[in-house]
C-alpha cells in the first residue's frame, strides 16, 4: 500500500546519505509520560538526523504551547538547522506517527513541496534493527525561504465564523472521554468539554502500527464519525499536534487539505468567554 504523505522505512534507508534528503526528529510527548524528547534524540536517533523541538521553533509570544511560528522565525531556525526549502524531507517521531504529523503540517504551510512521514517512525525503524547513531547532527547553515499559506491556518474567529454560518465542519481529534468532558485536561486552567456543533474522532482510531490506515479505512471512520468528506474541514485537537494527523487523514482519503486550527483546545478551553459543549458530538 502506497501513500503519497508517508515512506517506508526500506526506502528511507536506501536514501541515507542523499545530499538532497534531509532528515527530521520531530519527537514530542505529553508531560504525563514524563519522556525527553531531545535527551533520546542525542542518544540513539535515525543517522544524518536535526532535531526539530516544536517548542522551542515556535511563537513564544502567545501563551499557547507550539503554535505556528512567524515566517521569519521559521526560516531563521530551519537555515541555522541546515536546512532549505527545496529539499525531500522525511520526518520521524518516538511514538511511530505522533509529533511528526505537526512538523510535516509546519513544513507543508511553509511552502515545502517534498515532504513525508516515516512509516511506523523510530519503533518500526529499530525493530527492524536499521543504523542508529547517537550526538548531535550539525549541518552547515542554508537559507530557507518561507511562502507562508495562511488559508491553512485557523484561529477562534474562524472556527466561530465556519460553524455559525456552516462553513465547515471542526473535527476534534482528542479521545472521546476528553471531548465529552469527562476528564479534566492536562494542562491547568483549560476547561473540559468541545467547541459546540463540533464533531469527534479520535486520531488513534486512523493509526494502525504507527501509520495512517488504508485510505478505505480512513474514509469509513469519517463516515462512522458523521463528518463528510467532500466537505470543508477544520481539524483540531487539544495543542495542535494530533490535529496534523487529522489533517494528513483527510488528504490521504483523497479530500483537500483541511485547515488546522492552530490553538486548537488549549485557546478555546482558556477563554471562558467562547462556548462549551459537553457530552457527545453535536451533529446539527
Not at 13 to 23: F, I, Q
Not at 161 to 190: C, H, I, K, M, T
Amino acid at each position: 500500500m502506497t501513500q503519497p504523505n508517508l515512506i517506508s522505512t526500506e526506502a528511507l534507508d536506501a536514501h541515507l546519505g542523499d545530499p538532497r534528503t534531509a532528515v527530521i526528529d520531530a519527537s514530542w510527548y505529553m508531560p504525563a509520560e514524563q519522556r525527553d524528547a531531545y535527551k533520546e534524540y542525542l542518544s540513539a536517533h535515525i543517522p544524518g538526523a536535526v532535531f526539530f523541538d516544536i517548542d522551542r521553533i515556535a511563537d513564544t509570544s502567545v501563551p499557547l504551547p507550539h503554535m505556528l511560528p512567524k515566517p521569519d522565525a521559521l526560516a531563521r531556525s530551519m537555515g541555522e538547522l541546515g536546512l532549505s526549502e527545496d529539499l525531500r524531507y522525511v520526518v520521524y517521531d518516538g511514538d511511530g506517527l505522533f509529533a511528526a504529523a505537526r512538523v510535516w503540517w509546519t513544513l507543508r504551510v511553509f511552502g515545502v513541496q517534498d515532504v513525508r512521514v516515516l512509516g511506523g517512525g523510530m519503533p518500526k525503524w529499530k525493530a527492524e534493527g536499521r543504523r542508529l547513531e547517537a550526538g548531535a547532527v550539525t549541518r552547515s547553515a542554508r537559507t530557507f525561504v518561507a511562502h507562508f499559506n495562511a488559508a491553512a491556518v485557523a484561529d477562534s474567529d474562524v472556527v466561530s465564523r465556519s460553524l455559525e454560518n456552516g462553513s465547515a465542519q471542526v473535527v476534534d481529534a482528542r479521545s472521546a472521554p476528553r471531548f465529552r468532558g469527562e476528564v479534566p485536561e492536562p494542562r491547568p486552567g483549560v476547561r473540559s468539554g468541545h467547541i459546540p456543533r463540533s464533531f469527534n474522532l479520535p486520531y488513534a482510531n486512523l493509526v494502525a502500527d504507527g501509520q495512517l490506515k488504508s485510505p478505505e479505512a480512513i474514509r469509513a471512520e469519517f463516515r462512522q464519525a458523521g463528518i463528510e468528506l467532500n466537505k470543508p474541514i477544520i481539524t483540531s485537537c487539544g495543542s495542535g499536534v494530533s490535529a496534523a494527523i487529522l489533517a494528513m487523514a483527510v488528504e490521504t482519503a483523497g479530500s483537500l487539505m483541511p485547515q488546522l486550527y492552530d490553538g486548537s483546545w488549549a485557546d478555546w478551553g482558556s477563554r471562558p468567554e467562547l462556548p462549551l459543549a459537553t457530552g457527545p458530538e453535536e451533529t446539527s
